[in-house]
């Protein structure tokens, strides 16, 4: 019975495993399909994940400025970008930003990331210019989205520093979601996409390597615009109180600049090395070197204004200088030299330094200076950029006025000025529409009280550590008082 058994099975092997075989004989050798490159690829998702901590990192930097009792309300107005967002650049975002379309929008043929896969080539095919098949051509096109989407989640959480302990919780879920549907999409694609009114893929050729002008201004005149709108706390600027806990600024600007690596760096798009002319060149080596060096020189020259203007250095100081280095350099650090970064750091610094000090003399309630420092230090890098850039450093950019090339400040000047029209007016609009739906501030007793309790319905930390009047115990009785 048994021989019977294994012989049956020995014969169905054979009748099954025969058309196999077969198979595999008669195939022929594959066309040669282009695959990812694994060391780009690999260093793209490292990049992503970075600029993703970027946003924790700001949670907290923002955090620390604020009064206790609204910590984890400023927390939660940059991880929820990360829910809201994280979900909408899939369904919408992506497409209305790098899709193939008009000159100021992308197609909806991306949408829910239809056609959206792990090819690396051919998928901008049939629109022009022609030349330009794909965003990055050795990583797969998911892995370009995916990295954009971490920009596409922080951005509208810088808005957050300029609106806090004021705004609801509700309209600024709104508000991010609108925001980042008909401003920062628009001006992503005008800027990076392909046929773009802005950029270099067939615009006017303006220079904008990781976001100077589509994540720094446009977030920078947006607070500036809300801050006006929503109008000032009830406490400005009589009653306004120190950061709550300098440390969190520590960390939160730390995270920053560590994750500002895979902004800017990343924004190359491949780890591999290249040529211009007879330099070779490497773009993320350039823009990670960049980087550093412009945040190291805008956090030394902003202690050094603190402690010649002000007779003391601060570890605020340190921390809003390194971002404003940052903040600068991002549109310039892949085309600009290392001593470069270095002015750019200074000159960002120090215009940023005295546009904090300007803003409080005007007592406009940007209530974290995100304008001072992202409105005016994009703006200062857009035209630093225009004035260092050179081909050496990046042969597919552009030299800048340094190089003899005048007309890219007249081109950087007009990204400009398109970005401050499309965040300044339609950050109006959206608020505007939010103001008279659902209303965008809360009511003046649960700001006086503290927004975690009001609108979370919990405290960052208990009676101890918080706002409240310190409570002692009365050793004769069981009671506090």
Known sequence: ????????????LLILGVPLMGNAFAQTPAATVPTADTGDTAFMLVSAALVLLMTPGLAFFYGGFVRSRNILNTLMMSFVLMAIVGVTWILWGYSLAFAPGLPFIGGL?????????????????????????????????QAFMIYQAMF?????????????????????????LLWSTFVYAPLAHMV??????????????????????????????????????LGPRKTHPDRLSPPHNVPFILLGAALLWFGWFGFNAG????????????????????????????????????????????????????????VAGLVGITPAAGFVTPLSAILVGFVTAFVCFYAVSFKHKLQIDDALDTYPVHGVGGTVGAILTAIFATTQVNGGGK??????????????????????VIAGVGTWIILKIIDVTVGLRVKEEAELQGLDINEHGEEG????FGDSPIQTRNPFSSTEH
């Open 267 to 322: 924004s190359a798009l491949s780890a591999a090395s290249g040529t211009s002319g007879n330099v070779v060149t490497n773009l993320a080596t350039t823009a990670f070197v960049a980087t550093n060096t412009a945040a190291a020189a805008a956090a030394l020259m902003w202690l050094i204004l603190e402690a010649v203007l002000r007779s003391k250095p601060t570890a605020v100081g340190a921390a809003t200088g390194a």
């Open 461 to 464: 930390y208990n009676s101890e």
């Open 399 to 420: 030299d800048g006025v340094l190089r003899g090339n005048l007309g890219e400040l007249g081109v950087e000047l007009a990204a400009i000025a398109v970005a401050y």
């Open 152 to 176: 596409a989640i922080i951005t509208p959480a810088l808005i957050s520093g300029a609106i806090v302990e004021r705004m609801s919780f509700r309209a600024y879920s709104l508000f991010v």
């Open 192 to 229: 990076w996409a392909k046929g773009g009114f802005l950029g270099l893929y067939g615009g006017l050729g303006a220079l904008d390597f990781a976001g100077g002008t589509v994540v720094h201004i446009s977030s920078g005149v947006s607070a500036l615009v809300a801050a006006i709108v």
């Open 109 to 141: 043929q991306w949408l829910g990331l239809n056609g959206v896969g792990l090819e690396i080539t051919n998928y901008l095919k049939g629109s022009n210019p022609a030349e330009v098949v794909s965003y990055a051509g050795t990583i797969p096109h």
């Open 1 to 12: 019975m048994l021989k019977k058994v294994v012989m049956i099975g020995v014969i169905t």
